[in-house]
C-alpha cells in the first residue's frame, strides 16, 4: 500500500499508488466507464454496485446510500464531521488495516468524499473477488451445508479474534470461492476490544439473516442441528485456536 490523497475544490480522493499512480475522479463516474463499455451492474449493497475494468483490474464501484427511514430524507449524503471520518476514508482505512493484518476482504483501491456545505457523497473503489457467489446465493441454491457451515463460522472467527466488528453481518456480506470464504463490505466496521458481548450479538446478526433467508424452512430445531451447531463449532474452534 502506497497512500496517496489527492484534493480538489470539490473534496478529496485517497488512493492506492501501487496499483494506479493517479486516480481521479472520473473512476468514480459509472458513466464514464459505461461509454468505454468498462462496466456492468451487479446486486450488491443499496442501490446496487458497478463492476468496473480499470487500469487497476476489475472493480468494484459503490456509491454510498443510506438506509431507513432517514433515507427519504436525506438520500445520499452524510453530515460532514472531517474529512477522516467520512464513511469512505473510514473504509478505506480499515481495509488497509485488514489487509495488514492477512484477512480475507477486498483489497481496497480508492475512496472519495465530495462536500457541499454541511453534507458529503462518498464513493469506494475495491478490486473485485472473482469467481464467488455470496453465502445468500450459496444458500438458495441448497449449497449451504454443515461443511459451509462450519467454515462460515472460522471466517467469522478470524475477524472477531483481532476485534474486527462488522456492522451489517449478513449472508449477502460472507463471498464463496471454490478455496476461500471472505468478508465484504466494511462501511461503518471498526476494530474494538474484544468482548463476548459485540461477538455474540454479531452472530445473531447473522443468524436472523439466515432465517430470513428462509434457512430454517423445516423448522429452527433441524437448522440449530444441520447449520447453526456446525458453524459455531467452527466459530469457537477458531476463535480460541
Known sequence: MHEQLRQDTEGAILFDASLSPQVDGYWFDPEYWRGRAALRTQAGGRGGVAVIDTPAGECVLRHYHRGGMVAALMGDRYLWTGADRTRSFAEFRLLQALAKLELPAPQV?????????????????????????????????????????????????????????????????????????????????????????????????????????GAAAEGEAAFDQTIWAPLMYGYERTLSA
Do not use: C
Open 109 to 213: 483501491v480508492a475512496a472519495r468524499y465530495q462536500r457541499a456545505g454541511l453534507h458529503y457523497r462518498a464513493d469506494l473503489i475495491t478490486r473485485r473477488i472473482p469467481e464467488t457467489q455470496t453465502l445468500a446465493e450459496s444458500l438458495a441454491g441448497g449449497r449451504l451445508d454443515a461443511e459451509l457451515a462450519q467454515e462460515v463460522g472460522a471466517l467469522v472467527a478470524r475477524f472477531h479474534r483481532v476485534g474486527v466488528w462488522h456492522a451489517d453481518l449478513n449472508a449477502h456480506n460472507i463471498l464463496v470461492a471454490s478455496s476461500a470464504l471472505y468478508l465484504i463490505d466494511f462501511d461503518r466496521g471498526r476494530i474494538r476490544s474484544p468482548g463476548q458481548g459485540w461477538r455474540m450479538a454479531n452472530l445473531q446478526r447473522l443468524r436472523r439473516s439466515l432465517f430470513k433467508l
